[in-house]
């Protein structure tokens, strides 16, 4: 049986990165923005700790990261943490334009 939610090879290497994030959804019951945590990033996206657990896989959204280098990316949802799993309250995003490696 296959239990693994993603390959273990991955397109770039994330590292972590403990920063504010708020995201801003917008649904067909209106505009929310959401607060939330960056755990990790790579090039291709981030998983975020958050308070609006209601994100569809698919969804766009656009999230704001504070910090040293404060950037809006527009992103698509690639997973929602499942309740009472280790992932819980997280979301992976995936960024629509990969970002360019730091120098």
């Not at 801003?24 to 291709?44: I, K, Q």
């Amino acid at each position: 049986m296959h239990t693994k939610a993603w390959p273990i090879e991955r397109r770039s290497v994330r590292v972590p990165d403990k920063v504010p994030a708020k995201l801003l959804v917008n649904s067909a019951e209106g505009n929310y923005v959401c607060r939330g945590v960056g755990s990790d990033r790579s090039m291709h996206g981030m998983r975020v700790q958050i308070s609006y657990p209601f994100l569809i896989v698919g969804q766009t959204v656009e999230v704001v990261l504070a910090g040293e280098r404060r950037l809006t990316l527009k992103c698509r949802v690639a997973w929602v943490g499942q309740p009472g799993s280790a992932y819980a309250g997280h979301v992976g995003l995936e960024f629509v334009t990969p970002l360019l490696p730091e120098r």
